[in-house]
């Protein structure tokens, strides 16, 4: 009985001996299985941080190329501006300008009508004109 007993002690051993081999390798490969999705999992997390830096970066630099623009459009919208009010400046100047010579057109046109009644009433020959 001895016998037979030690053969089920070393029976027994050997199922526990297997059991515990088998859940030593599914243990390994559960290991296994975890790092290598936490190692996809790290890739991924690096991979996004890259992107999102060089999103940063970019929106960082067309940040820049907005308030450059911004202010060129202010600058341009000075100059505008200015231009504007020379340009309304140079039109009174143009309209006065031409009061100025509508006044004169007409004084000269009154007095060559004058002069022309004063020639035409006087009627003095030229021979009886008092020389100098």
């Given at each position: 009985?001895?016998?037979?007993?030690?053969?089920?002690?070393?029976?027994?051993?050997?199922?526990?001996?297997?059991?515990?081999?088998?859940?030593?390798?599914?243990?390994?490969?559960?290991?296994?299985?975890?790092?290598?999705?936490?190692?996809?999992?790290?890739?991924?997390?690096?991979?996004?941080?890259e992107?999102?830096n060089?999103?940063?970066?970019?929106?960082?630099?067309?940040?820049?190329?907005?308030?450059?623009?911004?202010?060129?459009?202010?600058?341009?919208?000075?100059?505008?501006?200015?231009?504007?009010?020379?340009?309304?400046?140079?039109?009174?100047?143009?309209?006065?300008?031409?009061e100025e010579?509508?006044?004169?057109?007409?004084?000269k046109?009154?007095?060559?009508?004058?002069?022309?009644?004063?020639?035409?009433?006087?009627?003095?020959?030229?021979?009886?004109?008092?020389?100098?």
């Amino acid at each position: 009985m001895n016998e037979t007993m030690k053969n089920r002690v070393v029976v027994i051993l050997a199922v526990l001996v297997v059991v515990s081999i088998a859940m030593l390798f599914k243990s390994c490969n559960n290991a296994r299985q975890i790092k290598l999705s936490h190692d996809k999992e790290v890739v991924k997390r690096m991979d996004l941080e890259e992107k999102m830096n060089k999103n940063s970066q970019i929106e960082s630099g067309l940040a820049q190329q907005l308030k450059a623009g911004e202010q060129l459009l202010e600058e341009e919208k000075a100059a505008h501006q200015a231009t504007k009010k020379a340009l309304v400046q140079e039109q009174l100047v143009n309209q006065s300008l031409k009061e100025e010579l509508v006044k004169i057109t007409r004084l000269k046109e009154a007095l060559e009508e004058d002069l022309k009644e004063a020639l035409t009433s006087s009627k003095i020959p030229a021979t009886a004109a008092p020389k100098k």
